[in-house]
């Protein structure tokens, strides 16, 4: 049987809840992302914290036994920071709100960072970073109102930790946005400059995306025209799952990573629902309920999410059985 890897060139992966949760590793990443790469394939890391550089991200996943270089991080900061070559002439002043991998990548494409709106920069980039806070908020905001233009490396609105959910850089942006009364332009996922680069930086053209957000890592995925695999180990809930729209459906639904190197069995089509080995879901009336099988199984998850997907009522109009999604 051929394994859901065999038909693409290269796997994509999102970090924060596909690899790693924090300083610990997600169980099976490591020698499931090794074994992508040891059969052949490239591999990539997209992720949309643009708080540290290169050099670094590969530096914590060597420490975490994956097998990876700087090459192969493809992140917002760089993606954001090419952004502004199209927009301000090199050399131009760039406040910079985020981390040190954002300020890096800034430099290295020709811009002078500061750190005030009374340098009058041409433009602010905004990113993550933990040490991110008000003053550097509202200077952002100064910067703006007074005519330069805003990018934001992504608009995750959290993170996943390993003490819980914490929030993200969409939220900082969010804060921004209330005083400046106006939106950035994205780098990050879920838009297309940050796939981009990775097809470009990586040199490839079948590439599987896994990531574990239905709104960033999947959504554009969709969007650019790439397959992905949801894995269940961050944030994406089975209720965000079964109930996602259509621009946020995965091409597969996963576990976890080691389910890359098994042949995908898809749910065939019955009478009232769909069935995947001892799962069964239908749709019976405007109830959706599980029938056979486990309901918390993946076999029953990939059930559920074709019966609702393929269903023509709205999710708001369906009774889905509380034991498939809770």
Partial sequence: MAALVDSYDSVLFDLDGVVYLGSKAVPHAVESVNRVKAQGLKIGFVTNNSSRRPEVIADQLVALGIDTNPAEIVG??????????????????????????????????????????????????????????????AEAAYAIQRGAIWLATNQDWTIPREDGIAPGNGTLVSAVHTAVGILPDFAGKPFAPIYQAAMEQLGIARPLFVGDRLDTDIKGAVNFGIDSACVMTGVAT???????????????????????????????????????????VELLGNKVVSVDGDPKSIDTLRCACKVVWSSQVPIYGLDVEPALYS
């Fill in 76 to 137: 917002s900061a760089k993606a954001g920071a090419k952004m502004l070559v199209d927009r301000i002439p090199r050399g131009a002043k760039v406040l910079v709100v985020g981390g040190e991998g954002l300020s890096f990548e800034v430099q290295a494409l020709g811009f002078e960072v500061v750190a005030s709106a009374a340098d009058s920069p041409a433009a602010v980039i905004q990113g993550f970073s933990p040490d991110v806070g008000w003053r550097q908020l």
């Fill in 238 to 280: 089975r209720k965000e799952l079964i109930s996602a729209k259509p621009d946020e459906r995965p091409t597969f639904v996963i576990s976890d990573l080691r389910e890359l190197f098994v042949d995908y069995s898809e749910p065939k089509q019955t009478k009232r629902g769909f069935e995947l080995r001892k799962s069964s």
